[in-house]
């Protein structure tokens, strides 16, 4: 299985924490999953009555699978973190400007992991210093094979 990154994220939002969860997935959606026909684009993740959820996290349909039991692409998936590590998220996502974004996805021990990030936006500004510094260090790399 090839990792899914969400390299949106990266360039939107400034990474404070990093999580691994689990994700409770139908056997459809494993089987998408591992075919690498799943997306991160736009994906979020919340917290609603005690368990953190994903949203937005877009799984294609199994194509082998009969279409009475394929499953929804954007259903809402539940992670599954420690009680500790969830108490923890609920306490930094009420601070401003924190939230909780799925970073990439991969296969450990057959089992699919989330890694959620407690992340805060970035400002236009923050992005074009990013840019610029992303530049500066390729120009120096090709400078250096030069010599």
């Known amino acids: 299985m090839k990792t899914i990154i969400n390299r949106k994220a990266r360039h939107d939002y400034e990474i404070i924490e990093t999580y691994e969860a689990g994700i409770e997935l139908k056997g459809s959606e494993v089987k998408s999953i591992r ?34 039991t394929n499953h929804d692409p954007y259903r809402k998936k ?23 974004v799925p970073l990439k996805v991969y296969s450990k021990n057959g089992k699919i992991k989330v890694e959620i990030a407690l992340a805060k936006g970035k400002k236009l500004y923050d992005k074009r210093k990013d840019i610029k510094e992303k530049d500066i260090r390729r120009e120096q790399e090709r400078a250096m094979k030069e010599f």
């Open 78 to 100: 539940k992670l599954l973190l420690h009680k500790s590590e969830i108490r923890k998220l609920i306490g930094k996502t009420k601070e401003k400007g924190l939230t909780l």
């Open 35 to 68: 075919t690498g026909s799943a997306n991160l684009k736009d994906s979020y993740a919340e917290i609603d009555n005690g368990e953190v959820y994903i949203n937005n996290f877009h799984i294609s349909p199994y194509k082998f699978a009969s279409a009475h």
